[in-house]
Nanobody
Framework: VQLQASGGGLVQSGGSVRLSCAGSGPTFSRRDVAWFRQAPGKEREFVAAVRWRGNVPVYSDSVRGRFTISRDNAKNTAYLQMNSLKFEDTAVYYC?????????????????????WGQGTLVTVSS
């Protein structure tokens, strides 16, 4: 399964941007999909995930209430709507999918549960 993230760019603080993650392969619709991000000099961190069963979203504390993750299995695509952006949201955003269809809730933030990563898209928030 290949994943390709797009939609990043330069945005002002308080602005919005929508990221897309295009997947391929027959298993995309039966895998949880997540977004991680990595800022310069920092470790990759979990942002949000959407379960393949029921489309239930999960968010990190830092983005809850500002970001919305969704997916369209008919299009093999996931999205991350990012509102009220802050300077500290500046990072390369990666989409990924879980390696199995049965990852437990507490493991959704663990990058080792994911087996396919897109190339990332840069979001730069100007202060």
């Amino acid at each position: 399964v290949q994943l390709q993230a797009s939609g990043g760019g330069l945005v002002q603080s308080g602005g919005s941007v929508r990221l897309s993650c295009a997947g391929s392969g027959p298993t995309f619709s039966r895998r949880d999909v997540a977004w991680f991000r990595q800022a310069p000099g920092k470790e990759r961190e979990f942002v949000a995930a959407v379960r393949w069963r029921g489309n239930v979203p999960v968010y990190s504390d830092s983005v809850r209430g500002r970001f919305t993750i969704s997916r369209d299995n008919a299009k093999n695509t996931a999205y991350l709507q990012m509102n009220s952006l802050k300077f500290e949201d500046t990072a390369v955003y990666y989409c990924t999918k879980t390696g199995t269809s049965s990852v437990i809730w507490s493991e959704l933030g663990n990058p080792r549960q994911y087996d396919a990563w897109g190339q990332g898209t840069l979001v730069t928030v100007s202060s």
